[in-house]
């Protein structure tokens, strides 16, 4: 059994494995980090010869010659018609002259890498067709060098390297390879979002790591590393512009490899011109040299490669030019007017369906035909459907339950969590009369179900109507008022979390008298209502605003206080509800 | 809009600021999120948050939520005035780690 994707994250920054992932990866006998795809030990000191200064060439010369496949492969590709030398090359000291230590080091590295995994290494996985992107990507970056001023056979080594932290990735979770068509279907930006999902990590994480820990030079870790974020502010300007070679070079590639070829080569256009001041044109020009060039630098690098599409068959597909050239003015009026008209049959659609949401919510809360004395409330949306609720109920001959709650968000999934909760406190109010318990009841069913974080603040209670007693329980609800005929009682902030959150939570309950005053609860959305003069209500705002309608017969005072607060336009930024609770009638 | 991440002394802070509202809270999960996901302890900087709404808090409770599964830390560092008034009345600063700062978290542990 491979690591797992969480051991893999757990590969620190400085290239080590994990104190505690070695372990357990020896002790339980399996992949041990030896077995991890990397260059052979040989090229890692060749590599980093080369970027000693002063190193003597005869030195290099030695230590390429330890290794007699990889001097074949070396003198093989030097004198390749991709990388052409000025002359023919045919010993290693030669080639050690001729190409100097930076293109030699870049070349070792290629070999070792394209030789680190054998071919059948990740079962049911052809490792030719994650070359033949790498090669991709190898070319295209070194198409770019001349537009970012810098070395083409590093750009080509920064190119074939870039990736190779997701063949680890596949190397480490061999059941994952089934999601290959995928990955290499999308951009390179949603393949990194897929990467997270599969793996836990992504290949530029695991790229850095491990090409820190090989010891790479400064410019390729980097590149491997920042290619989707940009390096850290102190990095030098060379290995900036390589990152940005490499970061244009992965859009370049998947221009032809991935689904939405258009969006790609649009997406190209504006990183070339955005990074090096290429026009679309010049930008089109290099995508189809990459095109032109894969072949050859396969042959070169003796990788395997399918047929490979022209630029112009990618663009055929896109359908871009046929878009530009080939659309007449009328037929693009034509299909201008079926697409309105198709958003309009939408459009009446949705309209449809959110009149019978809002029909369906409405009859959730209490029927306004049917009033019960002494108690009130009113709901306004800011949108077609509500996150905010309230209900009452008889529970015997003088106590009344109640509730009122405020979904986060709004909009219909916050409407449709409003709709289970309401439910839930209708359903199991009937059985439970003690507030406290009711919300930890209902805690818990949400919590089960909740999604995206959702949760729901919430006040509920009982009032006993012959005696004024109020029971009441908040789940992270706003503060309860307490009002007299002339100023604020006493307030009930929540002493417990929103449903939804953790499933054991407690809500203590708080038993007050009403004395001949008011409770009054209600949403955020109350508290937010912007005044005529565009300022927000708020705690103190709202106080008086409650003081000042105090009079008004109770059914008409919840929309007198929200008429005084909405405002002359009635625009409302959240759902807002009110309800009162008069005390002993 | 995107917010930003800084890997720091194990932990990824991911730093919320402005105003953390409908139309951005999206961001503001997927960033929370994404660090999780790559098994990352995650410490939220909200000292530069000026106000947040319920969905803003709701992204906060799903990373709670996705690293108590996931036995991952996720606390809140250096929470503004305008955001712990928030947390404050719906009793969430019960339900969340909120220490002053990174280093408050690293001097007096979890």
């Given at each position: 059994m491979p690591l797992t994707g969480p051991q893999i994250a757990q590969i620190n920054l400085f290239g080590m494995l994990d104190q505690q992932v070695m372990e357990e990866t020896v002790r339980e006998d399996l992949v041990r980090p030896t077995d991890l795809p990397a260059p052979p030990k040989d090229a890692i000191r060749i590599v980093q010869a080369c970027s000693?200064?002063?190193?003597?060439?005869?030195?290099?010369?030695?230590?390429?010659?330890?290794?007699?496949?990889?001097?074949?492969?070396?003198?093989?590709?030097?004198?390749?018609?991709?990388?052409?030398?000025?002359?023919?090359?045919?010993?290693?000291?030669?080639?050690?002259?001729?190409?100097?230590?930076?293109?030699?080091?870049?070349?070792?590295?290629?070999?070792?890498?394209?030789?680190?995994?054998?071919?059948?290494?990740?079962?049911?996985?052809?490792?030719?067709?994650?070359?033949?992107?790498?090669?991709?990507?190898?070319?295209?970056?070194?198409?770019?060098?001349?537009?970012?001023?810098?070395?083409?056979?590093?750009?080509?080594?920064?190119?074939?390297?870039?990736?190779?932290?997701?063949?680890?990735?596949?190397?480490?979770?061999?059941?994952?390879?089934?999601?290959?068509?995928?990955?290499?279907?999308?951009?390179?930006?949603?393949?990194?979002?897929?990467?997270?999902?599969?793996?836990?990590?992504?290949?530029?994480?695991?790229?850095?790591?491990?090409?820190?820990?090989?010891?790479?030079?400064?410019?390729?870790?980097?590149?491997?590393?920042?290619?989707?974020?940009?390096?850290?502010?102190?990095?030098?300007?060379?290995?900036?512009?390589?990152?940005?070679?490499?970061?244009?070079?992965?859009?370049?590639?998947?221009?032809?490899?991935?689904?939405?070829?258009?969006?790609?080569?649009?997406?190209?256009?504006?990183?070339?011109?955005?990074?090096?001041?290429?026009?679309?044109?010049?930008?089109?020009?290099?995508?189809?040299?990459?095109a032109e060039s894969v072949a050859e630098a396969a042959t070169a690098m003796g990788l395997r490669i399918g047929e490979q599409a022209t630029f112009d068959q990618v663009l055929r597909e896109a359908n871009l030019r046929l878009a530009e050239e080939n659309l007449s003015y009328q037929e693009l009026t034509w299909r201008l007017e079926q697409a309105l008209g198709e958003r309009d049959r939408y459009a009446e659609e949705l309209n449809r369906e959110l009149d019978l949401a809002r029909e369906v919510q409405q009859s959730l809360l209490p029927d306004a035909a049917v009033r019960l004395p002494g108690i009130t409330g009113l709901n306004l949306s800011a949108k077609a459907v509500s996150g905010d609720f309230f209900d009452y109920y008889r529970v015997g001959e003088h106590k009344l339950a109640f509730c009122l709650a405020d979904v986060s968000g709004k909009g219909m999934n916050a409407a449709l969590l409003m709709a289970k909760t309401a439910s839930l406190f209708r359903c199991l109010g009937k059985g439970i009369h003690d507030p406290g318990k009711l919300l930890a009841m209902i805690n818990r069913e949400i919590f089960e179900t909740s999604v995206r974080g959702m949760f729901v603040t919430m006040l509920a209670g009982v009032v006993d109507q012959a005696s004024g007693e109020v029971t009441l329980a908040s789940a992270g609800h706003l503060p309860a008022l307490h009002m007299g005929c002339a100023a604020l009682i006493d307030e009930y902030p929540a002493k417990a979390p929103p449903l939804g959150i953790s499933p054991d939570s407690l809500f203590p309950n708080e038993t007050f008298d009403l004395q001949g005053g008011c409770l009054y609860l209600y949403t955020d959305g109350l508290l937010e209502a912007r005044m005529d003069d565009g300022q927000r209500l708020e705690r103190d705002g709202l106080i008086r605003v409650l003081k000042e309608y105090a009079s008004v017969a109770l059914s008409e005072r919840p929309r007198a206080i929200t008429d005084a607060v909405v405002g002359t336009d009635g625009v409302l930024e959240d759902d807002l509800t009110l309800m009162i609770i008069e005390g002993k009638r | 809009m995107t917010?930003?991440?800084?890997?720091?002394?194990?932990?990824?802070?991911?730093?919320?600021?402005?105003?953390?509202?409908?139309?951005?809270?999206?961001?503001?999960?997927?960033?929370?999120?994404?660090?999780?996901?790559?098994?990352?302890?995650?410490?939220?900087?909200?000292?530069?948050?000026?106000?947040?709404?319920?969905?803003?808090?709701?992204?906060?409770?799903?990373?709670?939520?996705?690293?108590?599964?996931?036995?991952?830390?996720?606390?809140?560092?250096?929470?503004?005035?305008?955001?712990?008034?928030?947390?404050?009345?719906?009793?969430?600063?019960?339900?969340?780690?909120?220490?002053?700062?990174?280093?408050?978290?690293?001097?007096?542990?979890?």
């Open positions: 000693r200064p002063g190193v003597d060439s005869r030195d290099l010369a030695r230590l390429v010659a330890n290794d007699p496949v990889l001097t074949a492969e070396l003198l093989r590709i030097s004198n390749s018609a991709y990388f052409g030398l000025v002359s023919q090359v045919k010993s290693v000291s030669r080639a050690v002259t001729v190409l100097g230590n930076r293109a030699l080091r870049n070349l070792v590295l290629c070999i070792s890498m394209r030789d680190a995994l054998r071919s059948d290494a990740i079962p049911g996985f052809n490792i030719d067709v994650y070359w033949e992107d790498a090669l991709r990507r190898a070319v295209s970056a070194r198409i770019l060098a001349e537009l970012a001023r810098l070395d083409p056979e590093e750009c080509f080594t920064a190119g074939l390297l870039q990736d190779f932290g997701l063949l680890v990735l596949l190397f480490l979770n061999p059941d994952k390879v089934e999601h290959w068509d995928r990955l290499s279907e999308s951009t390179p930006e949603e393949r990194r979002d897929i990467e997270v999902d599969l793996f836990h990590s992504t290949h530029d994480e695991v790229g850095l790591t491990l090409a820190h820990s090989w010891d790479l030079p400064m410019d390729l870790a980097y590149a491997m590393g920042y290619h989707h974020e940009t390096p850290p502010e102190d990095t030098e300007y060379q290995t900036r512009q390589l990152c940005r070679v490499a970061t244009c070079a992965d859009w370049m590639a998947s221009v032809y490899r991935c689904a939405d070829k258009r969006s790609a080569i649009q997406a190209v256009r504006n990183l070339l011109a955005e990074n090096f001041d290429a026009s679309a044109e010049h930008s089109d020009y290099l995508l189809q040299q990459v | 917010f930003p991440v800084e890997d720091k002394q194990g932990f990824s802070v991911v730093i919320l600021n402005g105003e953390v509202d409908l139309n951005n809270s999206p961001d503001a999960r997927k960033v929370i999120l994404t660090c999780l996901k790559k098994m990352k302890h995650v410490m939220v900087d909200l000292s530069n948050v000026e106000y947040i709404d319920s969905s803003g808090v709701a992204s906060l409770v799903e990373g709670f939520q996705y690293a108590r599964t996931n036995n991952l830390e996720f606390g809140l560092i250096g929470v503004s005035e305008a955001a712990m008034s928030v947390l404050r009345l719906a009793r969430l600063d019960q339900v969340f780690k909120i220490y002053a700062s990174l280093e408050d978290r690293l001097e007096n542990g979890s």
